[in-house]
């Protein structure tokens, strides 16, 4: 691996929730304003964007993201490029931009992320998202993307004893931390109670296991070594960048209570950044519906595969817990714009490793990992980050 | 709705009749069929195989927010059903109660309407299974 | 060659709504009605079911009761007032389910409640001139009463299958003999959404003219007397119609009993009088013989002299008429409403 290292310089995002009088453009411009400033360049300086995006498409009739953020970042005429990968779309344009500068060819790369999905009623707006799974043998048959995480998530408590409790757990923690989080879209807590007894949506999954529909952009500036240093006394560098995918149904799998997709990124990403897991300091991690981030836990390898719950229940992933997850409150307590969450895994990772994260600070962060899924795990992308 | 005419006419051999595929090379089956085999690629040859339609429950959730045009389907039961000859198939359990649906019970194919275009569009037909008593 | 039946497959959908529970939302005396026409509970189909499924699924049962090879079915006919599409035929959705495309002939018949036995007549001709090796008639609803009518106490939903060759016959029909006039007893104009009927005109100048004379010129045709039959099989409206039609021909109660399902499942139009067949076959054995005598409105009769041969008892159907009727789920007026969308809004459809 050339040593070319990779820092991000600079992190931007809007608030995430139903922004009625944002638009689409509007998300991203704000959110790459932010960043430019936070990075301390001029819009000059940037060499190349990747944008994140899954459906602007189906929620606007809008294609053609790459030209459409230049331009409206006053940038026409460099290279743009918008990836997808469902709701690994941010995670997918942070590795885009991350090996645009490792290969050497650019100094300063900008990756965002961008998604306004209310624009659209709630029963287009679940239509769209299915195009994250199996449009022909999923969706066609009516199923929802709460009910594949429920198939999921049924086979976990079969085969582990995983209880609803532990999975509630999950979503309980997040909502406490999204509390000190000035960008979530919910800053509420909610009890074991409430989460248990929330509406079913797909049983055994509740109102309150699943993450919402959210509007919400976030940019991030990423930079060469060379210019990191001249730029940042502290730059945070990104240690790892690694992909991996699975089949996209859920069907097609080789089993419903593991993510192979995210087994097998985190192997290349320890391996990467050459770290063990006892290195990292924290996790943000795609709790897209509560028995994710149990099955992310578990597929990172921070701690035996069906044992993801106790780990939960135990407290260890609470902020002053052994392993902190998803400090920002995750996709459950801050939102889940899809295209975007992936760069706002970014922002936050920054925050906490620049020590700048409020009452939410993760103690001694040093290493961080985050943990972007497409679909029902057809895709993860994950990046370790670091100080030094 | 005109949306989606060909396509869906495309797969009716697989919606009313479970053709999927086999590979003759390492004898894997598909269902949904699959032109290449994901073992061999290329070294593998393909042929039409007919899944009889019965098999059990692997994993099951019942749908309480429904995708728009199942709505008054609900509460209603999506599984994710292990096919006799292997291959994991998605599909709704019908003709049950919800409480009557569990990991292992076998079940059996029907054939049932999916969703009608509009009220001018056409009528897709597909695969359901019942559970076998 | 005799000409006759390879096989037969039946459906009824497993929802029942009672008659008592209909009367109660139009403040009528469900046990009088009861009473009245001999009928306690009719089967509901379910919102994802429709004519299409209800035949393919009887036809799958006839293909499997049979055992012959689909591909060598040469025609398919299939006769309902419920199709799912004014224009596009519902025969060749049976055909692709049943794997019987594409060197087939098809269409698709209209003649009220004797549609199915009309199917039948024609894949007779068919296979007695040669013209094909077996040829598949349906009968099959989805029948949509008016609400507050009397006829929405019995219009229900069901189907039954049959597939007409010369080889291998569990029965053979030994003659068919139709008595059909213009009568506007029972109609639906188009774009209408439910049938309209001339209340007591339905009686005797329609059913009750054609089911008689129908059976009346089959039985002289061939010589033949009641006491020759050990079943016998009408279209049955409700449960007293039958009853009624029998008495005047001079059959016993018992011969009518086997194929009477109305008090049980209510009219399945299309599929009644072959449903009626299929629990008899379900039953009879070698040289039984079997008067049948269809009705639709409009009006006709199909009559049909069938004898049992001995391949039935060898070949009993796996799926009998019984094990659809046992398998049931009682629903209310207000899921009833829903799944037969009388409800304004509620469909299966985006």
């Known amino acids: 691996m050339n040593e070319n290292r990779v820092a ?7 608030k995430f929730g139903e922004l009625w009088d944002y638009s689409y453009r509007d998300l991203i411009t704000e959110a790459g304003i932010k960043a430019i400033t936070d990075a301390g360049i001029e819009g000059e300086d940037i060499q190349e964007l990747y944008v994140g995006s899954m459906s602007p498409g189906l929620f606007a009739g809008q294609e053609h993201i790459g030209a459409l953020v230049a331009d409206y970042s006053g940038l026409s005429g460099i290279p743009a490029t918008r990836v997808e990968a469902a709701c690994a779309s941010g995670g997918l344009a942070l590795r885009q931009a991350f090996l645009s500068i490792k290969s050497g060819r650019n100094d300063i790369v900008v990756a965002g992320g961008v998604e306004k999905m209310t624009d659209v009623p709630t029963g287009a707006a679940m239509m769209a998202l299915m195009g994250a799974g ?16 429920a198939l999921m998530a049924r086979r976990h408590m079969k085969e582990y004893g995983t209880t609803l409790e532990q999975i509630s757990e999950v979503s309980v923690k997040n909502h406490y931390n999204a509390q000190f989080n000035e960008y979530a879209q919910f800053r509420f807590e909610v009890s074991l109670e409430e989460v248990m007894d929330s509406p079913p949506v797909a049983e055994p999954l509740r109102l309150l296991h699943c993450s919402p529909i959210t509007d919400g952009s976030a940019v991030v500036i990423l930079a060469s070594e060379k210019k990191a240093r001249e730029l940042k006394d502290e730059p945070i560098w990104i240690s790892a960048s690694a992909l991996a995918t699975d089949s996209l149904a859920l069907h097609d799998r080789k089993s419903l209570s593991r993510m192979d997709s995210v087994i097998l990124a985190a192997k290349k990403a320890y391996k990467q950044a050459g770290i063990e897991i006892k290195d990292i300091d924290f996790l943000e991690v795609h709790d897209c519906f509560s028995i994710a981030e149990i099955l992310a836990i578990e597929g990172l390898g921070f701690c035996k ?8 229940e135990e407290g260890q992933t609470k902020i002053d817990g052994d392993i902190p997850v998803n400090p920002s409150g995750g996709l459950k307590g801050k939102g889940h714009p899809v295209g975007t969450t992936g760069i706002s895994q970014v922002v936050e990772a920054t925050l906490q490793l620049r020590g700048e994260a409020g009452k939410r600070q993760v103690k001694d962060a040093e290493i961080g990992l985050i943990q972007n899924v497409g679909g029902s795990g057809a895709t993860c992308v994950i990046h370790i980050l670091s100080r030094g | 709705m005109v949306k989606g005419l060909a396509s869906y006419w495309r797969l009716i051999p697989q919606r009313y009749n479970l053709i999927g595929t086999r590979c003759k090379n390492c004898g894997e089956k598909f269902f949904p069929p699959r032109k290449l085999c994901p073992k061999c690629r290329r070294a593998g040859e393909i042929e039409k195989f007919k899944f009889s339609g019965n098999g059990e429950i692997y994993s099951y959730t019942i749908i309480h927010t429904a995708p728009e045009g199942f709505e008054f389907q609900r509460p209603y039961v999506m599984a994710i059903i292990k096919l006799d000859e292997g291959p994991w198939v998605t599909s709704q359990i019908v003709d049950c109660k919800p409480e009557d649906v569990e990991i292992g019970k076998k079940v059996r194919m029907v054939f049932r309407k999916i969703i009608a275009g509009g009220k001018e569009g056409t009528i897709r037909y597909g695969y359901k299974f019942k559970l076998v008593d | 060659m005799p000409v006759g039946i390879v096989g037969y497959g039946a459906y009824i959908p497993r929802y029942r709504i009672k008659v008592e529970e209909i009367a109660s939302v139009w403040g009528n005396d469900g046990e009088r009605i009861k009473r009245g026409l001999l009928v306690k509970e009719k089967s509901v189909h379910a919102i994802d079911e429709d004519t299409a499924t209800i035949s393919v699924e009887c036809a799958r049962n006839a293909v499997d009761h049979s055992g012959i090879n689909p591909e060598e079915i040469g025609a398919i006919y299939v006769g309902s007032e419920s199709h799912p599409y004014i224009v ?20 698709d018949y209209e003649f009220a409640c004797k549609a199915g036995t009309a199917a039948i007549q024609t894949v007779m001709g068919l296979v007695e001139s040669k013209r ?15 609400p507050g009518d009397a006829l929405e106490y019995t219009a229900s939903a069901g189907g039954a299958a049959f597939i007409i060759g010369d080889e291998d016959l569990i029965a053979e029909i030994h003659d068919t003999y139709s008595y059909t006039t213009d009568t506007p007893d029972f109609w639906r104009r188009e774009g209408q959404e439910f049938p309209s009927h001339g209340s007591r005109f339905t009686g005797a100048p329609a059913y009750f003219k054609h089911v008689v004379s129908a059976a009346k010129g089959i039985m002289e045709r061939n010589d033949m007397k009641p006491e020759d039959f050990k079943y016998v099989v009408f279209h049955q409206p409700n449960g007293k119609y039958p009853l009624n039609a029998a008495k005047t021909l001079g059959f016993r109660k018992e011969q009518l009993k086997t194929g009477l399902l109305t008090p049980w499942i209510g009219n399945t139009y299309s599929g009644a009088t072959l449903l009626g067949l299929c629990a008899i076959l379900d039953e009879a054995n070698s040289g039984d013989k079997i008067l049948v005598s269809s009705y639709g409105s409009g009006a006709g009769s199909d009559a049909f002299i069938i004898e049992v041969t001995e391949e039935n008892e060898k070949r009993r159907n796996k799926k009998p008429v019984s094990d659809y009727i046992k398998k049931k789920e009682y629903i209310n007026y207000s899921i009833y409403s829903k799944f037969k969308g009388k409800i304004k809004g509620v469909g299966l459809e985006r």
């Not at chain 1, 991000?8 to 809007?14: R, S």
């Not at chain 1, 199996?134 to 995480?149: K, M, N, R, S």
């Not at chain 3, 596009?88 to 269409?107: D, G, R």
């Open chain 3, 88 to 107: 596009k035929p519902t025969a060749t959705i049976v055909a692709a389910a049943i794997e019987a495309t594409p060197e087939l002939t098809a269409a």
């Open chain 1, 305 to 312: 595969l069906g044992e993801g719950g106790i780990l939960t």
């Open chain 1, 134 to 149: 199996d449009e022909q043998w999923e969706a066609f048959q009516g199923i929802t993307f709460p009910a594949l995480y």
């Open chain 3, 132 to 146: 094909i090796r077996y040829g598949m008639a349906i009968g099959a609803d989805t029948s949509q009463g008016k």
């Open chain 1, 8 to 14: 991000i310089i600079g992190i931007g995002m809007t």
